[in-house]
């Protein structure tokens, strides 16, 4: 282990990994580290699929054929639980271990013991959560949200969920903790902040963005435990309490969260066009500006979700109005990312479809949320499967597409190994087609009056089910052809060179490392001049 | 196979951004209140305004691919910022949402002018069905999802939704509503979070547990309107529907006279003392509508959610705290004083006590069940 006794010995024996299986269990390296949360994240992301996958199937035709309706319930709460928190945010997580020290040119993440730590009690948590399926009464069927007084209605699964909620919070804010310290402390000599990679960037905001919402989140979650076990009565009229106040509070964790989301994978689209466009990331000081506006508004517009509450006017309407704002500081992200590719020289391999992808569909889900945003053209769209179609272009657009981009950019410097670029592509295109074929009709659904987590509908919805649901199994089974490309690379993939994308020795420090990178990296800073070279620095002096 | 066409011709269309009109179920119905009307146009408006900017950030964004692919463009430019242009594009969307902002507030404050409504209907959600009370004529009545639905919902019912007529849309009792009169809808809720959907009134409203929300209508066409719980509420969420039937003032008052006098006669009914097999028959209606969506038609139950009827202690033990479990609810379980009347309460009750082999033998006449009603306060 680490020695931090004598810091000057350490730097002088370059020691390995542990041998053998502990070697994943006390690794405190941010490398290996960043590796199991990926690795957890996609095992995530195929449990969370199966859920949804379930979800389809029943609804493939009008009638019940596959499941009661209180599992059905069950399985779309676990479905955005184990989604948000199991799979696209430790993705994120996953994503900053590994590449941010190497960013920014510090040997490891600050708090490496931490690291750990948090790695292992997401695990907990997601098994906690997981286990309540095999209770009595089953998994939490009151939706993601967790609603009173529904979800404390007879449920013996509260205790779990909060407790689980309660560990993947620590989890998250240890791991916020130790981004920010690492890179506000951590950065080579010459890296300042106005100089650091956008993923970066997102990442510190979103850090501060965690530590802000979770303890809400943790906050609200305990008075349900403390109504449903303990006699209180927050979120219950009879006892003078409020069940909208739990809206409230849930929201404005709630709300933040999706920006949570979606603000690393913004850094992860301003990190992969500009190599592919051979052509600096353009407006980059108005990219760190919009990201902290977005963060910033994300905090304020949590009542957009509780429109049909009945709030005051005066509420109804500043919500309407600060959350339109957002749109603002997203137009400016899409405008920049575009104006990056304008006089480029593009090419398109799979990392850059994904991106193009994603801002495709990504901007057609924030039109969407303009129209969500309108109050009273909310009250017919909300709690419809518009609404779910436009939260899927934005969450599923966004925390997947830009999580496959950065896997097969990155996964040739981390391997050494080029992925197959062919079976990428079908892995692009496939996604692409059983996304849209999924989601795109459900608008329809959704305007023509079918409400969102019904398990069964009328027959006029029958069409457009029946798509959606084909469209479904296209997109989830196309990601087993991900999961054999990753394994092919790590066996067979061709050597790559230490640049693995053409001219992306100018675009980041990691580029200038050997592929794969040695276990250690960066025991000593970068020089001054390399990472002039890798920010824009010298072309603005033009 | 033209069905698929215009299907796949909509999806096409839509993903152009270019709006399809058909009323086909590709678009929110414009509606019958002046609501809605004005909300689809809202609707249609930042349809149109996303299209136009859409076309052209999509078509910058293609073009970039098409005329500076690396073939064709082998040394790419060096610039990366133009201040004027960054402020150009923050200034504009800026205004745009401006123009937007205007018609979205007016109406917003046209939803919320619920003021001199010429009458007032109560609606209390429950699970899984709805309440609603004509607060000015002193009466109300359940909604519950039509008994053919719920059979062929159940799993593996063997019957095909398709052979049902209006499946998942038909109710035993639709809310009876007069045309061109100003409504104003209290919403409530004697359980958990509902919301009231009517697509074609342009709004949805939660209904929640003490508390009330309100919204209004005036509806300008006779017909029959469908909608759908849309809060979920537990198990059998999607199997609360709406339906509004709309009828012109004079055919809405002569119902309303029908319905007054058939409530008169049910109230004199509560006096007299019913047989077993009365009971037994009324009870057994009242049991499939208001109490089948949990403790199920076999009175089984669903294990470690809702408890058995049959062989229950409450069902087959004493009678009185049958009765005060039933009026008063008990946990998640919400009262049923208000819900049913004292005949229905009566007939309920004695079916539970002597269905499902629970065989108890006893009877419960609605004139006891209103000397309780008497007791716990509640005024008939
Ligand atoms: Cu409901």
Not at chain 2, 85 to 100: G, S
Request: aromatic content about 14%; overall charge negative; hydrophobic content about 50%.
């Amino acid at each position: 282990m680490v020695s931090v006794t004598n810091p000057i010995d350490d730097h002088e024996h370059h020691h390995g990994p542990a041998k053998g299986w502990m070697r994943w269990i006390v690794t405190t390296n941010h490398k290996d580290i960043g590796t199991l949360y990926l690795v957890f994240a996609l095992a995530m992301l195929f449990v969370g699929g199966m859920f949804a996958l379930t979800i389809r199937a029943e609804l493939f035709r009008p009638g019940l054929q596959l499941v009661d309706p209180e599992f059905f319930n069950s399985l779309t709460t676990m479905h955005a639980l184990i989604m948000v928190f199991g799979a696209v945010m430790p993705a994120f997580v996953g994503f900053a271990n590994w590449m941010i020290p190497m960013m920014i040119g510090a040997p490891d993440m600050a708090l490496p013991r931490m690291n750990n730590m948090s790695f292992w009690v997401l695990v907990f948590a997601g098994l906690l959560l997981l286990s309540t399926f095999f209770m009595e009464g089953g998994a939490p069927a009151a939706g993601w949200t967790l609603y009173p007084p529904l979800s404390i209605q007879g449920a013996h699964n509260i205790p779990f969920v909060v407790f689980s909620v309660h560990l993947l919070g620590i989890s998250s804010i240890m791991g916020s903790i130790n981004i920010i310290v690492t890179i506000l402390n951590m950065r080579a000599p010459g890296m300042t902040l106005m100089k650091m990679p956008l993923f970066v960037w997102t990442w510190l905001i979103t850090a501060f963005l965690l530590i802000s919402v979770l303890p809400v989140f943790a906050a609200a979650v305990t008075m349900l435990l403390t109504d449903a076990h303990f006699g209180t009565s927050f979120f219950n009229a009879a006892g003078g309490g409020d069940p909208v106040l739990y809206q409230h509070l849930f929201w404005f964790f709630g709300h933040p969260e999706v920006y949570i989301i979606v603000l690393p994978s913004f850094g992860l689209v301003s990190t992969i066009v500009p190599t592919f466009s051979r052509k600096h990331l353009f407006g980059y000081s108005s990219m760190v500006y919009a990201t902290g506006s977005i963060a910033f508004l994300s905090m304020i517009v949590w009542a957009h979700h509780q429109f049909t509450v009945g709030m005051p006017l005066a509420g109804e309407l500043f919500f309407m109005y600060a959350t339109l704002l957002i749109a603002v500081p997203t137009g400016v992200k899409v405008f920049n990312w575009i104006a990056t590719m304008w006089q480029g020289s593009i090419t398109l391999e799979t990392p850059m479809l994904f991106s193009v992808g994603f801002i495709f569909l990504f901007t057609l889900g924030g039109f969407t949320g303009l129209m969500v945003a309108m109050a009273p053209a909310d009250l017919q769209y909300h709690d419809s499967y518009f609404v779910v179609a436009h939260f899927h272009y934005t969450l599923v657009v966004g925390g997947t597409f830009p999580v496959f981009a950065a896997t097969y950019y990155w996964l040739p410097k981390w391997t050494g190994h080029m992925y197959d670029e062919n079976l990428a592509k079908l892995h692009f295109w496939l996604s692409f087609i059983g996304f849209n074929l999924t989601f795109m009709p459900q608008h329809f659904l959704g305007l023509a009056g079918m409400p969102r987590r019904i398990p069964d509908y009328a027959i006029q919805f029958a069409d457009f089910n029946m798509m959606s649901s084909i469209g479904a199994f296209i997109l989830g089974l196309s990601q087993l052809i991900f999961v054999y490309n990753i394994i092919k690379t790590i066996r067979s993939g061709d050597p790559v060179s230490d640049e693995v994308w053409e001219g992306a020795e100018n675009m980041g420090l990691e580029w200038n490392l050997p592929s794969p990178p040695p276990y250690h990296t960066f025991q000593t800073p970068p020089d001054a001049y390399l990472i002039d070279k890798v920010t824009a620095t010298e072309v603005t002096m033009r | 196979m033209k069905r698929l066409q215009q299907l796949l011709a909509g999806i096409v269309l839509s993903g152009l951004g270019t709006v399809v009109h058909a009323d086909y179920t590709l678009n929110m119905p414009v509606g019958v209140t002046e609501l809605s009307r004005e909300t689809y146009g809202l609707h249609m408006m930042v349809i149109y305004i996303c299209a136009a900017i859409g076309l052209v950030v999509f078509g910058a964004m293609f073009y970039s691919i098409y005329a500076f692919r690396k073939e064709k463009h082998p040394v790419p430019a060096t610039f990366h910022e133009n201040s004027k242009i960054e402020i150009l594009w923050t200034i504009i969307p800026f205004l745009i949402l401006i123009a937007m902002v205007y018609p979205a507030t007016d109406l917003t404050i046209k939803h919320y002018d619920t003021e001199n409504a010429e009458m007032t209907i109560k609606i209390t959600g429950y699970q899984w069905r709805w309440r609603y009370d004509y607060v000015d004529e002193g009466f109300g009545f359940m909604s519950s999802l039509k008994a053919d639905s719920n059979a062929a919902r159940q799993i593996d019912s063997g019957i095909s939704p398709r052979k049902v007529h209006n499946y998942l849309q038909a109710v035993d009792h639709p809310l009876v509503i007069p045309v061109n009169t100003k409504i104003r809808f209290l919403m409530t809720s004697a359980d958990v979070i509902h919301a009231w959907w009517v697509p074609e009134f342009g709004w949805k409203r939660d209904a929640i547990p003490g508390f009330i929300t309100d919204a209004w209508a005036s509806i300008d066409k006779v017909g029959i309107y469908h909608g759908a719980c849309a809060e979920l509420c537990g198990r059998d969420h999607g199997f609360m529907p709406i339906v509004v039937d709309v009828r012109s003032k004079e055919d809405y008052q002569a119902w309303l006279a029908e319905k007054k006098l058939i409530l008169e006669q049910d109230n004199a009914q509560a006096d007299r003392v019913w047989s077993k097999n009365e009971l037994m028959v009324k009870g057994k209606d009242i049991y499939l509508s208001a109490c089948a969506g949990c403790h199920q038609p076999n009175g089984e139950g669903i294990k470690g959610s809702f408890p058995a009827i049959k062989a229950s202690p409450v069902a087959t033990g004493d009678k009185d705290s049958h009765i005060e479990l039933v009026l008063e609810g008990k946990g998640a379980m919400t009262g049923f004083a208000e819900a049913l009347s004292p005949v229905e309460l009566a007939a309920v009750i004695t079916y539970q006590r002597n269905a499902f082999e629970n065989n108890s033998g006893d009877l419960v006449q609605p004139a006891k069940i209103k000397e309780w009603l008497e007791d716990l306060g509640y005024d008939e």
